[in-house]
């Protein structure tokens, strides 16, 4: 049944493009490709971008020097009132300050999703920030977390270093050594607008972004 | 320069005001136009409801009409619209080589009347006066398939004593597109109905463009309506000095 | 039903009726027409904005076309690598010739997975096919999880848009629906207190249905992944919770490489939202141990694709990303909306796809939905020329109608074969022209403007005026300019 109609299609695929390129990947090759792939802006308006971006979105942000990282981390968890929060497999141990309650990812003994429905936010690192977009990239790799978890908490805490921050999304791609099998690109809290076109912030991913810029190409953060 | 004037079949029957408005207006500029009697139809009615094969044979008669012609030049967006981007396609599909030779030979010397006076002629200021308030409808043929631009604007911009205002959503088809106006009668007096109420808001007493077959759609209902405005060609508009005013029928 | 014109939107081709009559019901309904052209007016504006900002936008809609064009060219190629990768990866991938295999294959995976409830991601392949009655007569309760199909799915009405398929029902009518069907008593109409509703509505099933149902954006050949572009996080839930994953998928959803998603992407949200980015786009590739389902199965839908392959005018329509960018900026669809075109893709790309996707035996109609004004075309972010193919299709109509012996005195068919005779010579033109001048002068005013017209003209008539013909055409003007005078135009 279901083998008999794959050759059934590719048949009648093969039959309507007699002209296929026998050297696929010559073909593709030479596809234009004109379009804006490196960015002009200069790697400080590139990430000062990328922060209004977020804020656009209504994402929190906060600035800080890579040395005040973990105390910087601390305060958007007691400023967000929360207390229990889940920790990705591979997410540094200084950054889950001992005042909280962490529900810890492990590779081994992963949690099971009611404790994750159960907390109340999540913190993690990312692959990668676009600043055109305001888009956070997630592989899913270590500190990064499985993506359920980044799905279910209400509050996401995710760590950006300037220097994962690229202007376009061609130069995303570019930093890809090759595809990775698992990507969410976050540009936002989740949203709808199905109603008369009007926009709702948090549908059922996480209602809250709360994003930290690390400071680590010796750029000095603007105070605002 | 020897111009021939394709009036269009439309024009030739029910709008003579706009050709005679497009004689006057080129003589006054100097140019020598010959108007050929054995011309009809472009073929775009044909082509516009599927019958391809119609299309072409007033496509042939067309390019056989103006092969030697200079220039050739049509008041009618929606016409040029179809030799350029339709007669290509026709000759392609049921012409021969050397029929498609010629058609490609003729095509870069046909002009919307607007690009002839801009782009061939090189004037803006055609030395008319024309005392009214006037909005301009931009047919979607000369605004997504010519390519005009501003040039109307420019055109109507060197009218002396003319008002010029602005027409909201400039860009959305006043809904007659030939036999989808009575094909798809309701759907089109609704889109007509849109058009009609930004046009109005305007306060204009005329309303203009580079195409009679939207102005019949608009001027259709603007009469039925009792909407206390005109349409006119841009060429009446053009044409029309201080001795000799635009001709404005009712 | 929630929008209250007469009888149930049909969107099966086979069985709606011609666009003019199927158009009726919302012209007549000024609320529903107020609904659509707010919902499209907010999209467009957005949509200008954002695609204004890219100076390269041009160059982007160049590269989205090469590539689709490139994918439809070897298309065979790229099926049978997608198929490898994805099933390399872990992943099962299903091909279904058409409507009803598809149907058969999800009914037969649900059956292993003695799956009584699934969740599902809106996709307009799945309307397509009509899999929900399909499901539920099978036993399978469906729960819809995008906000919009919510709407339609508790009200029993019909998708009128691919991207925002609610555009047509307004708050109070979701607010009716979620209160009757949700039973909540005290909802206001105020949006965000009804998105809340759907989110608590559905928080449960997320958690505990452990089989989805999905659409694709993109098939990744190279990797054998699938992309997903959303807004709410209901296209995660079902993409990461449940313990297995089912996508459909039309054949022609193939990019070659995952870096082709650089141009897609920037150009999909833009076109469809008016969002640089939607809020979330989700990428996986068959299946990862530890994270997401666990068991994926992909089903490859031809219905009526291949047929479409290898027409040079009409292959141009599966290039198709879904933007619905097209229906936004169409004038006709702005008046009708989506249900009267007859089929669950509407609008210009549904007056394309429709009529080829029914191998032109159904929505003969659809083609001349159109006014040629070409918005569509000027938006399209993968430069589907659709006044072209729409004029294609014309000509495959007419060559089928003008076989059938009732068209012979159809009088649009009389009509323009009368004209190409009289187009044939000036001198049978012109005398037409004088004999049209004698005819029209009965139905003339003494004002010059003719108010009512018999037949065809009629439909002319009901709301315009028709100028009478002038005494003079322009070309006895000419003559007797000629002969009074010796000079010019002759």
Redesign the interface.
């Known amino acids: 049944m279901s083998a008999s109609s794959r050759q059934r299609i590719l048949d009648r695929i093969r039959a309507a493009t007699p002209a296929a390129a026998p050297q696929l990947a010559e073909a593709y090759a030479a596809l234009p490709r004109e379009y804006v792939r490196l960015g002009a802006m200069s790697a400080n308006a590139c990430v000062e971008r990328m922060i209004e971006r977020l804020r656009e979105y209504d994402a929190e942000v906060t600035r800080c020097m890579p040395d005040e990282l973990e105390a910087t981390i601390a305060a958007r968890l007691k400023g967000s009132g929360r207390r229990v929060f889940v920790a990705p497999a591979g997410l540094p141990a200084e950054w889950q300050a001992e005042e909280f309650v962490w529900k810890v990812d492990k590779n081994l003994k992963s949690l099971p999703v009611s404790e994750i429905e159960s907390a109340e936010g999540v913190v993690t690192a990312a692959f990668c920030g676009i600043a055109d977009s305001g888009t956070i990239v997630l592989h899913h790799q270590a500190g990064e977390g499985r993506r359920i978890l980044t799905l279910l908490p209400d509050w996401h805490l995710c760590v950006l270093r300037a220097s994962q921050v690229v202007e376009t999304l061609p130069e995303y791609f570019s930093r890809c050594p090759q595809p990775p099998a698992l990507v969410t690109w976050i540009s936002g809290p989740s949203a709808t607008a199905d109603i008369e076109m009007t926009r709702i912030k948090g549908v059922h991913g996480p209602r809250f972004l709360d994003v930290i810029l690390v400071f680590d190409q010796g750029s000095q953060p603007t105070l605002n | 320069m020897r111009v021939s004037l394709f009036i269009t079949c439309y024009n030739d029957t029910l709008f003579p005001e706009t050709g005679r408005a497009v004689v006057h207006l080129l003589e006054r500029l100097g140019v020598e136009l010959g108007f050929n009697p054995a011309q009809t139809c472009c073929g775009q009615m044909h082509a516009n409801t599927g019958f391809r094969g119609e299309a072409f044979s007033q496509a042939k008669r067309f390019v056989r009409l103006y092969r030697d012609s200079e220039a050739v030049v049509v008041p009618s967006s929606s016409c040029v619209a179809m030799v350029r981007d339709q007669y290509p396609g026709l000759f392609a599909e049921l012409g021969t080589a050397e029929q498609g030779k010629e058609l490609a030979a003729l095509l870069p010397r046909v002009y919307e009347l607007s690009e002839f006076l801009i782009d061939r002629l090189g004037v803006e200021d055609v030395g008319a006066y024309f005392p009214h308030r006037v909005t301009y409808h931009a047919s979607c043929h000369g605004l997504r398939s010519l390519h005009l631009g501003d040039r109307p604007w420019r055109l109507l911009g060197k009218v002396r004593g003319l008002e010029l205002v602005p027409l909201a959503n400039l860009d959305r088809c006043c809904g007659f597109g030939g036999t989808f106006s009575v094909k798809n009668g309701e759907v089109s007096s609704a889109m007509l109905a849109a058009k009609l109420q930004d046009i109005v808001a305007t306060g204009a007493e005329y309303c203009t463009g580079v195409d009679n077959s939207c102005l019949m759609h608009l001027g259709g209902a603007m009469h039925r309506q009792y909407a206390g405005m005109k349409t006119i060609h841009i060429a009446q508009i053009l044409a029309s000095t201080e001795t000799s005013p635009a001709e404005v029928t009712a | 039903m929630s929008h209250a014109v007469g009888e149930h939107p049909v969107l099966d081709p086979a069985q709606a009726a011609p666009?003019?009559q199927a158009?009726?019901p919302v012209?007549r309904n000024p609320q529903l027409?107020k609904?659509v052209a707010?919902?499209i007016d907010?999209?467009q504006d957005k949509r200008a904005r954002l695609v204004a900002e890219k100076?390269?936008w041009q160059?982007?809609r160049?590269?989205g076309a090469?590539?689709r064009d490139?994918v439809?060219?070897?298309?065979?190629?790229?099926?049978?690598q997608f198929e490898e990768r994805c099933t390399a990866?872990g992943g099962q991938v299903?091909?279904?010739?058409d409507a009803d295999?598809a149907r058969r294959?999800i009914g037969e995976i649900l059956r292993e997975e003695h799956a009584s409830e699934v969740i599902k991601i809106k996709t307009m392949t799945s309307a397509e096919i009509q899999l929900n009655p399909f499901l539920e007569a099978a036993g399978v309760k469906v729960f819809e999880?995008?906000?919009?199909e919510i709407?339609l799915q508790l009200g029993e009405d019909e998708p009128s848009h691919i991207v925002?398929p609610?555009?047509h029902v307004?708050?109070s009518q979701?607010r009716e629906i979620f209160a009757r069907r949700m039973g909540i008593e005290g909802l206001s109409d105020e949006?965000?207190e009804?998105?809340a509703a759907?989110?608590n509505y559905?928080?449960q099933k997320?958690?505990g249905v452990p089989t989805a149902i999905g659409g694709a954006n993109f098939l990744?050949a190279?990797?054998g992944?699938v992309a997903v572009v959303e807004?709410?996080?209901?296209g995660?839930?079902c993409?990461?919770?449940p313990r297995t994953l089912i996508t459909l998928a039309g054949?022609e959803k193939i990019l070659?490489?995952?870096?082709d998603?650089?141009?897609m992407?920037?150009v999909l949200a833009r076109s469809a939202?008016g969002?640089?980015?939607?809020?979330?786009?989700?990428?996986?590739?068959?299946v990862?141990p530890?994270?997401?389902p666990q068991r994926f199965h992909v089903v490859?839908l031809?219905n009526g694709r291949?047929?479409i392959?290898?027409r040079h005018?009409e292959q141009q329509t599966l290039r198709c990303i879904r933007c619905a960018a097209c229906m936004n900026a169409c004038?006709?669809y702005?008046?009708?909306g989506g249900h009267a075109y007859g089929s669950v893709y509407p609008g210009p790309i549904g007056a394309i796809l429709t009529p080829q996707l029914q191998q032109m035996r159904h929505a003969q109609s659809l083609?001349?939905?159109?006014?040629?004004?070409?918005?569509c075309?000027?938006v399209c972010p993968v430069k589907i020329n659709i006044p072209?193919v729409l004029?294609e299709?014309?000509?495959?109509?007419?060559e089928q109608e003008r076989k059938q012996a009732g068209r012979f005195f159809d009088p649009?068919y009389m009509g323009?074969?009368v004209?190409?005779v009289?187009?044939?010579?000036?001198w049978m033109?012109q005398a037409a022209?004088r004999v049209?001048r004698v005819g029209m002068r009965c139905f003339t005013r003494k004002?010059?403007?003719i108010?009512s017209l018999p037949g065809?003209?009629g439909?002319?008539t009901?709301?315009?005026?028709?100028?009478g013909?002038?005494p003079?055409?322009?070309?006895?003007?000419?003559?007797a300019r000629g002969n009074a005078q010796g000079k010019?135009?002759?």
Request: proline share 4%; charged share 20%.
């Open positions: 666009f003019p158009a009726l012209l027409r609904n707010h919902a907010v999209i100076t390269d160059a982007l160049a590269a090469a590539i490139h439809l060219g070897n298309l065979g190629a790229y099926l049978v990866a299903h091909w279904a010739a295999e294959i999880t995008d906000l919009a709407i925002v609610a555009l307004n708050r979701v949006p965000r009804l998105t759907a989110r559905l928080r997320f958690l990744i190279e990797t992944a807004s709410e996080g209901n995660r839930m993409l990461t919770l054949i070659p490489r995952f870096e998603l650089e141009v992407l920037q939202t969002e640089r980015m939607s809020p979330y786009t989700s990428l996986w590739t068959g990862t530890g994270d997401g490859l031809d291949s047929s392959l290898g005018t004038p006709v702005r008046q009708t083609p001349y939905a159109s006014s040629l004004c070409a918005a075309y000027e072209e004029l299709l014309r000509s495959q109509v007419v649009i323009l074969r004209a190409n009289l187009f044939s010579r000036a033109f022209q049209g004002d010059g403007w108010h065809v003209g439909k002319w009901q709301t315009r005026d028709l100028r013909m002038p003079q055409t322009f070309r006895e003007w000419c003559a010019g135009v002759a």
